[in-house]
């Protein structure tokens, strides 16, 4: 999970930071082909092997979307389930705090690696787990390999051209059209009449083989890093750990103070709607398994070309507007959620006929669910990537680690305490209050982004001078 925030002040920028050199990259930007931008982008080795790894480990976690009713189909309560997934996320938020500090202080290609294989084994061990135990300690695993998991993220970042950030963080995306073959592979092993429960076993095999695959292909093409010259340190870990996410804390507060607040505000918006989402659509909406399968997978299918765009049109035009229109969205989508229990379908049932006859369980394109899910889920994508465009173009890379993961920690704070609440609301009033809080976080999160700058208040290129004159400055 990536994390970003960001700042006011974009007056300011305009205004001091703007400098010739600045605008000369700008018309550069806007003389650029989007396939240009790609090639430039993928002719560095690193930056290529990494991308294919990660285009395995994002189609594989389109699966993760069905957790939550793989853990309620073996038996757990909706409380249970909100408890475990409170003890990962506490889990990942204490590894978010280390990991930073490892991926600016050590081999982020090792650190990246070592992620992969770690989430391998967390697939594994679930697959295989006869019990609740086991597979809550499957389940750790994959909070375990939070404590390496930003050095494959600073790794990345490291490798791009600034000019095509948005280009190059959007192709990241592109891993989820093949995110269409596992659900795919799920929809025809459920038609074929097999259990859910033993469909998404044979995926997590599956996923724990990718994983393993992709650990061996890191460690054996992409190049090391070095953590470059860094202030004197002192002989004491833990006292060189404190000071330096203290001074990164620091820089935080210095350049993205407001969009710390709207990601912390969007976490919890996030949690109360991922956790009642497919229950809702499963059990109050009355959609099968099957139907909830044939909307991710038709979302997958709309939402990237959209991302691609999008991170061109960043790269030439800057973030503030996207952002905005972007999360505009997030409301539409979650109300229509709401209205979807009293209007089901927006087309007449002959329509749903002549679409069921096509492929079955093709009516579900005209259902109100699906079109607030898929709105909800391309949105969620789009935001994403211009967060992590942000990420890409405006934070120092030698801290790039700590800076993440300092995101990370304020995202998974609010995680932590948000799922055990959410469930027990479940479990008391199903999910319409679930769904209603996150439209009211929503109009919060809108109101913020309206009314004050989202922009990086120094420019990287600032904070990467200060940081090069003195490696304990900002």
């Known amino acids: ?84 997934v409170s003890l990962l996320t506490g889990v990942s938020l204490i590894g978010e705090f280390v990991s930073g500090y490892l991926a600016d202080n050590y081999d982020r290609r090792k650190l990246a690696s070592i992620t992969m294989a770690i989430n391998g084994i967390g697939y594994f061990i679930i697959a295989f787990s006869g019990d609740i135990l086991i597979m809550a300690i499957g389940f750790m695993m994959f909070g375990i390999s939070s404590f390496t998991g930003k050095g494959g993220t600073a790794y990345i970042m490291e490798q791009i051209d600034r000019r095509h950030g948005g280009v190059a963080v959007s192709l990241f995306t592109l891993g989820t059209v093949f995110g269409l073959i596992p659900l795919f592979v799920v929809g025809v092993l459920l038609n074929f009449g097999n259990e859910f429960l033993v469909v998404m076993r044979t995926m997590f095999v599956v996923s724990g083989v990718a994983y393993m695959i992709c650990a061996f292909i890191r460690i054996k093409w992409l190049d090391s890093t070095d953590p470059g010259k860094r202030a004197a340190k002192s002989e004491n870990v833990v006292r060189d750990f404190i000071s330096e996410n203290i001074r990164s804390i620091k820089l935080l507060a210095r350049v993205f103070p407001v ?22 659509v499963n059990e109050t ?100 990537s211009v967060i992590n465009t942000y990420i890409q173009k405006s934070l120092p890379r030698q801290d790039l680690g700590k800076m993440l993961s300092l995101t990370a920690v304020f995202v998974l704070s ?45 420019s990287v290129e600032e904070l990467e001078e200060e940081l090069r004159q003195d490696p304990s400055a900002t």
């Not at 205004?15 to 700008?26: G, P, V, W």
């Not at 969009?259 to 809702?280: K, P």
């Not at 691609?308 to 109300?335: H, N």
């Not at 679930?434 to 120094?458: D, Q, W």
Request: proline share 4%; hydrophobic share 50%.
């Open 285 to 384: 909406l009355g959609f099968g398994i099957g139907d909830i399968n044939l909307m991710l997978l038709l979302t997958l299918t709309f939402s990237i070309p959209l991302t691609l765009y999008l991170g061109k049109l960043f790269d030439k035009y800057g973030g503030k507007k996207l952002t905005l229109t972007v999360y505009s969205v997030m409301p539409i989508a979650i109300g229509l959620l709401i209205v979807a229990q009293h209007v089901p379908y927006i087309a007449p049932v002959s329509w749903l006929a002549v679409a069921d006859s096509i492929y079955p369980g093709l009516s579900v394109l005209f259902s109100l669910a699906f079109i607030a899910t898929a709105i909800k889920s391309i949105n969620d994508v789009l935001w994403m």
């Open 259 to 280: 969009f710390i607040a709207v990601f912390c505000i969007d976490a919890l918006s996030d949690t109360f709607y991922g956790f009642a989402n497919l229950y809702y």
């Open 414 to 458: 609010i995680v932590t305490f948000g799922q055990i609440p959410a469930g027990v609301i479940y479990e008391l009033f199903q999910g319409i209050p679930l769904l209603i809080m996150a439209l009211g976080l929503n109009f919060v999160i809108l109101y913020i982004l309206a009314a004050k700058s989202i922009e990086p208040r120094v």
């Open 1 to 84: 999970m990536v994390d970003r925030d960001e700042t006011a002040g974009i007056e300011e920028i305009e205004t001091t930071s703007q400098t010739e050199e600045e605008l000369k990259t700008r018309e550069e930007q806007e003389s650029v082909s989007w396939f240009e931008a790609v090639r430039r982008t993928v002719s560095n080795k690193n930056f290529t092997i990494f991308l294919l790894t990660a285009w395995i480990y994002s189609s594989l976690q389109v699966v993760n979307r069905y957790f939550p009713l793989y853990l309620r189909d073996v038996g757990l309560t909706y409380i249970m389930v909100g408890v475990l």
